[in-house]
């Protein structure tokens, strides 16, 4: 079935350090991929999408590029903030039924 | 403000009892949805409803329970037959694939 696979947290940086948070997917088909982001007792808020393959996803100086050869949609950010500290989550949306499937999570934790 | 209403924030319940945890949106979506959220876990989805007075299960529907009356509101009822209700509960609604959140509310049932 369609899956979605985060690399395990908690991920614990200095602040300015280069972030990278790895995403694959298996799936059956084309599906669009998501990166959703949850602040602390927070709701979770979409930080950035693609839809096709090769379309990079941008957004608050994240980006996230889809891999169709390698099935990843890795987030990255050249220079993380405190402000950053949250939960990032990859989703994927197959068929277009509007049911995200969602990775578990991955905890990040910037450090001053 | 257009947006997800979740209320209470915090919740709290003696076991045995049922509770009902309030989503209300003014987004005009058609698309709802519940999920529960456990520490260091993704997101599971309890119920979705797609129409007024139509929803469906979802992963883990056992022991909850929905309406969905009008388009602005869609309740979920945590029962007593839920065997482990404490968690982090998040509503949510859709346009397309895109989902948006309400804040959430915390249950916690002793």
């Known amino acids: 079935g369609n899956s979605v696979t985060q690399m395990e947290g908690p991920v614990t940086l200095s602040e300015e350090a280069f972030l990278t948070i790895n995403c694959t997917y298996t799936?059956?088909?084309?599906?669009?991929l998501f990166w959703y982001v949850q602040y602390p007792g927070e709701g979770l808020q979409l930080l950035l999408k693609a839809t096709k393959a090769d379309d990079k996803g941008s957004n608050k100086g994240f980006e996230a590029t889809y891999r169709k050869e390698t099935t990843s949609f890795h987030l990255e950010k050249g220079s993380v903030q405190v402000s950053d500290s949250a939960v990032y989550f990859c989703?994927?949306?197959?068929?277009?039924?509007?049911?995200?499937?969602w990775g578990a999570g991955t905890k990040l934790i910037i450090k001053p | 403000d257009g947006g997800i209403t979740q209320s209470p924030k915090y919740l709290f319940r003696k076991e045995g009892q049922n509770v009902t945890l309030s989503c209300e949106q003014n987004?005009?979506?058609?698309?709802m949805y519940w999920y529960r959220q456990d520490p260091g876990q993704g997101l599971r989805l309890i119920y979705y409803?797609?129409?007024?007075?139509?929803?469906q299960k979802g992963d883990i529907a056992e022991g909850y329970s929905v309406s969905r009356e009008k388009k602005e509101s869609f309740p979920l009822t945590v029962t007593s037959a839920q065997k482990n209700p404490t968690a982090f509960y998040l509503c949510?609604?859709?346009?397309?694939?895109?989902?948006?959140f309400g804040p959430g509310t915390r249950l916690t049932v002793t």
């Open positions: 409803s797609q129409i007024v007075n139509d929803f």
């Open positions: 949510a609604t859709s346009v397309g694939y895109e989902q948006y």
């Open positions: 989703a994927l949306d197959m068929d277009s039924n509007y049911q995200l499937i």
């Open positions: 987004l005009n979506h058609d698309a």
């Open positions: 799936a059956t088909g084309y599906p669009s």
